[in-house]
């Protein structure tokens, strides 16, 4: 469970990204976050991994407070999948960047070879397991940043613009996939047909403050809230 209480991030030149959210998502929810460019999705995901430092507000996962001395347990909680599968795939081998979390945490390598092998069977991706990542298509890619932080075994997980880059067909099985992970999951999209399909909420941001949390199969066909929030609705 993530719990977020009067969350206010403000940037160093002023601009307030996040202002004043409190939201809680329970254990294996998945949840839409929906705005324009600028709303404060991507500033929020960040925040709750503490990227970006929190101005004031509160930020629990399971229970632990997010702060300087805890950063590290946190992040073993709630692991983040960013836009660009190239910012977590930087190892010469797939299943160099699949263990990199645990061995980074000093687990042994008998230990990180099981889950790296049981991150890349849940997603369908062991074939690339001593592949390069340049070599990967952008759907492969995309599974590979996943498997990177489903060994860590979080409890939740946060995704930025999932779909960005994919093709049909790897949209269709990123669907697939998050259907089938357990943990709680925050997704940051502009896709609002894969955002209904996938989450059962949808959290409107504008101006990095909640503007409605609701049924998404609701929420994007109110023609006024969308505009209010500029984004085109579904008809």
Same mark, same amino acid.
């Given at each position: 469970?993530?719990?977020?209480?009067?969350?206010?991030?403000?940037?160093?030149?002023?601009? /307030?990204?996040v202002d004043d959210v409190s939201l809680t998502i329970r254990d294996g929810e $998945?949840?839409?976050?929906?705005?324009?460019?600028?709303?404060?999705?991507?500033?929020?995901? +960040? #925040?709750?991994?503490?990227?970006?430092?929190? !101005?004031?507000? !509160?930020?629990?996962?399971?229970?632990?407070?997010?702060?300087?001395?805890?950063?590290? &347990?946190?992040?073993? /909680?709630?692991?983040?999948?960013?836009?660009?599968?190239?910012?977590?795939?930087?190892?010469?081998?797939?299943?160099? &960047?699949? #263990?990199?979390?645990?061995?980074?945490?000093? +687990?042994?390598?008998? *230990?990180?070879?099981?889950?790296? &092998?049981?991150?890349? &069977?849940?997603?369908?991706?062991?074939?690339? /397991?001593?592949?390069?990542?340049? %070599?990967?298509?952008?759907?492969?890619? $995309?599974? #590979?940043?996943?498997? !990177?932080?489903?060994?860590?075994?979080?409890? #939740?997980?946060?995704?930025? *613009?999932? !779909?960005?880059?994919?093709?049909?067909?790897?949209? $269709?099985?990123?669907?697939?996939?998050? %259907?089938?992970?357990?943990?709680?999951?925050?997704?940051?999209?502009?896709?609002?047909?894969?955002?209904?399909?996938?989450?059962?909420?949808?959290?409107?941001? /504008?101006?990095? $403050?909640?503007?409605?949390?609701?049924?998404? %199969?609701?929420?994007?066909?109110?023609?006024?809230?969308?505009?209010?929030?500029?984004?085109?609705?579904?008809?």
């Open positions: 469970m993530i719990e977020i209480m009067n969350l206010t991030v403000v940037y160093p030149d002023g601009t /307030k990204a $998945r949840v839409a976050l929906v705005g324009a460019n600028g709303a404060g999705k991507t500033s929020l995901l +960040l #925040a709750l991994v503490g990227v970006l430092p929190l !101005t004031s507000g !509160t930020v629990s996962a399971d229970g632990l407070e997010l702060s300087k001395k805890t950063l590290s &347990d946190i992040r073993r /909680k709630v692991g983040m999948v960013f836009q660009n599968p190239d910012d977590q795939l930087f190892m010469p081998m797939i299943a160099d &960047d699949v #263990a990199f979390g645990p061995r980074n945490y000093g +687990l042994g390598e008998e *230990e990180t070879a099981r889950r790296v &092998d049981g991150a890349l &069977d849940m997603l369908g991706i062991s074939h690339l /397991k001593n592949r390069s990542s340049l %070599k990967l298509s952008g759907g492969e890619k $995309r599974m #590979a940043a996943i498997a !990177t932080v489903l060994t860590m075994e979080p409890s #939740a997980l946060l995704f930025d *613009e999932p !779909t960005a880059f994919l093709d049909p067909k790897a949209r $269709r099985g990123l669907i697939g996939v998050l %259907k089938k992970l357990g943990q709680s999951q925050v997704i940051a999209t502009h896709d609002l047909t894969f955002a209904e399909e996938v989450c059962s909420r949808t959290i409107l941001l /504008k101006q990095g $403050r909640i503007y409605a949390d609701g049924d998404p %199969k609701i929420l994007f066909r109110d023609e006024k809230l969308m505009d209010d929030c500029g984004i085109e609705a579904i008809m």
